[in-house]
């Protein structure tokens, strides 16, 4: 059974920092690009950033800067460091994980960004 389990959402302030986990489990972690999407009310699932197998990133521009993806194979663990948090910012955080033949995700996470 496949499964990718979001952790360490929350409320926070602006100008804030969170730490978003994913655990994998029932994939073959390291063939995976893995993913964080968010979709915050109103609007389109979107992709905040990606690490390919191979430790190829690609960052959406509106968080350049601000945050960091990176994998542990040996662990099968996704994580997604915030910095600088602002209330755009704001949305359900998800996993993903996508093969050539295979795409799951996550439950997905709250971030919330206010005072």
């Known amino acids: 059974q496949v499964q990718l389990v979001e952790s360490g959402g929350g409320l926070v302030e602006p100008g804030g920092s969170l730490r978003l986990s994913c655990a994998a489990s029932g994939i073959t972690f390291t063939v995976y690009t893995m993913a964080w999407y968010r979709q915050a009310p109103g609007k389109q699932r979107e992709l905040v950033a990606g690490?390919?197998?191979?430790?190829?990133?690609r960052i959406a521009d509106s968080v350049k800067g601000r945050i960091t993806i990176s994998r542990d194979n040996a662990k099968k663990t996704l994580s997604l460091q915030m910095n600088s948090l602002k209330a755009e910012d704001t949305a359900v955080y998800y996993c993903?994980?996508?093969?050539?033949?295979?795409?799951?995700w996550g439950q997905g996470t709250q971030v919330t960004v206010s005072s």
């Open positions: 993903n994980g996508n093969s050539y033949r295979n795409d799951y």
């Open positions: 690490i390919s197998s191979t430790g190829t990133t």
